[in-house]
């Protein structure tokens, strides 16, 4: 991405609005370049290959969304489309094979598995050189040491939409709600790497509105519609909305009480097209990464 910062356009409420459709399209821009780059060196495309075990509704459109996304980023791109009763020595067995196709730099398990599928078991059998998504507990392990390698897809999109607004984190409060494998604990461990100080909120914790009241970063990775009150926002804080949700009118919502938070928050994800958008582009610049990074091995 390049090194200028956004434009940055108020929201009704009057805080700034953190555009991750736009900063996505950046990204994606550079992956484009970066793909091509790696083609024009080793004769084939970064390629990722993106497995989906039954038919969840909400997985396909993100499943199709990667696929369409890697296509135009010159990524080439892999469907695997298992039924749902699959059984899992099968799905380990696509994965072994997917770990050792030299075309495949990235490998992307679509979560929810079927019940029934141990998903660590399945998660743990990816290469972690070709963990894209960066669940395995090596990746996830390197971050922790502050010595990232391929960085969680959301928690790292945070961090660039952050960077792409000139958001400075180092020494601010940062609050994440929830602690997820997949999107609270990385996050702490992003924030923490950016040198913010940090508070994970999760369903032991005993004054929510507290810890969210002192927080000049909010991360909300809760899955529940409106969850946090605007009234609850520090005025002037940086907000990021995770959460992906069906409100009672049909429209996809966040986990935050948007327009009431827009009113005191310094910036603000919409909900669409803040972090969902952000987390394809990264999935994209990791697939890349993880191309390059293998090349690199193999020179
Ligand atoms: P999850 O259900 O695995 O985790 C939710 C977390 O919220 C848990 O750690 C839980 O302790 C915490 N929580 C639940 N109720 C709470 C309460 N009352 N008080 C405090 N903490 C509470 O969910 P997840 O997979 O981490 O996803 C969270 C949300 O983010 C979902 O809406 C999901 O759709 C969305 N999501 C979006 C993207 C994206 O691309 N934007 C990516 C992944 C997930």
Redesign the pocket.
């Known amino acids: 991405m390049g090194a200028s910062t956004m434009e940055a356009v108020p929201t009704a409420g009057g805080a700034l609005l953190l555009d991750g459709k736009a900063v996505a399209a950046r990204v994606r821009a550079a992956v484009a370049t970066r793909a091509a780059e790696f083609a024009a060196r080793h004769g084939r495309r970064p390629g990722l290959a993106v497995v989906q075990v039954g038919e969840d509704p909400?997985s396909s459109v993100?499943v199709r969304n990667k696929r369409k996304s890697s296509l135009e980023a010159g990524i080439e791109s892999f469907a695997h489309d298992l039924p749902a009763t699959t059984p899992e020595a099968q799905i380990l067995a696509l994965v072994h094979a997917l770990n050792h196709d030299e075309r495949v730099d990235g490998i992307l398990i679509q979560?929810p598995l079927p019940k029934g599928v141990n998903a660590d078991r399945v998660m743990d059998a990816v290469d972690p050189a070709k963990d894209v998504d960066g669940f395995h507990p090596v990746n996830t392990g390197l971050l922790a040491q502050k010595r990232p390698r391929l960085r969680p897809?959301?928690p790292y999109?945070v961090i660039k939409l952050a960077e792409a607004y000139g958001i400075a984190l180092t020494g601010l409060r940062a609050t994440v709600?929830?602690?997820?494998?997949?999107?609270?604990?990385p996050m702490a461990l992003e924030l923490l790497l950016a040198r913010s100080t940090v508070t994970v909120?999760?369903?032991?914790?005993r004054d929510?509105r507290a810890e969210v009241e002192r927080a000049e970063v909010l991360v909300?990775?809760?899955?529940?519609a409106g969850?946090i009150p605007g009234a609850w926002v520090r005025p002037g804080a940086a907000v990021f909305d995770?959460?992906?949700?069906r409100a009672s009118d049909g429209k996809l919502v966040?986990?935050v009480e948007f327009e009431a938070a827009a009113r005191r928050a310094g910036w603000i994800t919409p909900?669409p097209g803040?972090?969902?958008?952000?987390?394809?582009a990264m999935l994209l610049s990791n697939t890349v990464d993880a191309a390059n990074l293998r090349a690199g091995r193999r020179e």
């Not at 909120?201 to 914790?205: A, L």
């Not at 909300?220 to 529940?224: D, L, N, P, Q, S």
């Not at 803040?274 to 394809?280: A, N, R, V």
């Open positions: 909400a993100y979560l897809c959301t999109g709600v929830g602690a997820s494998n997949i999107v609270g604990r909120c999760h369903t032991g914790t929510l909300a990775a809760v899955g529940k969850f995770v959460g992906i949700n966040g986990d909900v803040g972090l969902g958008p952000m987390t394809i």
